[in-house]
């Protein structure tokens, strides 16, 4: 019984370490997570999707978004979207 325990919590450490990977790599990367909590790396956005994402980022349309959104700030953001766009 206690190796069946030992056995259950080694394989919990294996899961939240393998999430730990995934979240960072989320936040090196350029995955942006839409309002639908569905997630997409910006150089498979459509462009009026990137112009619409800096217009809300800006404060200038009606959503509004977390200052640190997926670990990175507004301006991070802004000049990933903004590189995206001028690669196009």
């Known amino acids: 019984m206690i190796q069946e325990l030992l056995k259950q919590q080694k394989q919990k450490i294996i899961i939240v370490n393998d999430v730990e990977k995934e979240v960072g790599l989320l936040l ?37 978004i977390p200052f640190n959104w997926n670990g990175k700030t507004h301006d991070k953001w802004i000049e990933l979207f903004e590189d995206e766009l001028s690669n196009r």
Request: glycine fraction near 2%; aromatic fraction near 6%.
């Open 28 to 64: 090196e990367s350029k995955t942006w997570v839409t309002a639908k909590r569905e997630f997409i790396h910006i150089s498979r956005m459509e462009t009026r999707h990137i112009k619409n994402c800096i217009r809300c980022l800006k404060g200038q349309s009606k959503t509004k």
